[in-house]
């Protein structure tokens, strides 16, 4: 039987009062394991249902609202059966979503994918839909925090995907957050320290941090030789 017929909590391998933080480490380790990537072919596919199940349990168990109605409903015996049905409607409406805006995306018709991304988001959050919803937002005049904000979240759904992170650092360092930027890629690098993107945005950053640094100490000396 399948992981989207178990409830939340087994489907996560937790208890019913696990914390935030329990919840947080079984999700890493679980999507770790069952990241569609590390799969092929037919299992490829069965692992990006089981991972998008994944992902939905993880998000409904980390919101306490949400988490006290699903808990609601398993006590009242629907969190079985007929839901099921639905959550399987539901991922595949969330799937079309995420196609769509995609396609749009690629088609360089921003707003339009935002939209269609944003619904996405909605009912199947995850890692890929938060990559693309924050690029396309990135093109959107007055979407540049939001772009920041979805790419943030694609990392934190996925901390092994470097795409993810060069995108947010590149959106960071287009913004002139350049210190946050080098935040992001210190972390980044941890993670994949001989990546060549990597390296290359990180001298980019450093010869660009290296100028504003000459332009001050340059506006100081001009300053003081004035006095």
């Known amino acids: 039987m399948g992981i989207w017929f178990m409830n939340y909590y087994r489907i996560l391998d937790v208890s019913r009062n696990c914390s935030v933080e329990e919840l947080r480490r079984a999700f890493r380790r679980l999507s770790l394991k069952a990241h569609p990537d590390r799969f092929q072919g037919d299992d490829k596919q069965k692992a990006e249902k089981e991972y998008q199940f994944l992902v939905k349990a993880y ?20 969190a079985s059966g ?3 049905h639905a959550q399987t409607n539901q991922l595949e409406e969330g799937k079309q979503y995420e196609k769509a805006g995609v ?24 890692a890929n839909i938060y990559f693309y919803k924050g690029l396309a937002e990135s ?6 925090k939001m772009a920041i904000q979805s790419l943030q979240k694609a990392v934190e759904y996925d901390l092994y995907q470097v795409k993810y992170r060069l995108a947010l ?8 957050l350049k210190t946050k930027a080098s935040i992001a890629l210190k972390e980044a690098k941890m993670f994949f320290p001989s990546d060549s993107n ?8 450093f010869k660009s941090l290296e100028k504003k640094e000459g332009l001050v100490k ?7 030789g004035k006095s």
Do not use: W
């Open 169 to 176: 650092i590149s959106c960071l360092f287009e913004m002139g």
């Open 82 to 84: 007929h839901s099921q």
């Open 139 to 144: 093109k959107v005049p007055g979407k540049k």
């Open 59 to 78: 998000n409904v168990l980390k919101d306490p609202d949400q988490r006290k109605k699903y808990d609601q409903s398993l006590e009242n015996g629907t």
């Open 103 to 126: 396609a749009l995306y690629h088609r360089g018709e921003y707003p339009l994918a935002v939209e269609y991304l944003n619904k996405a988001a909605y009912v199947i959050p995850g």
């Open 218 to 224: 340059g506006f100081f000396s001009a300053f003081r």
């Open 198 to 205: 990597l390296l290359d945005l990180e001298k980019k950053i």
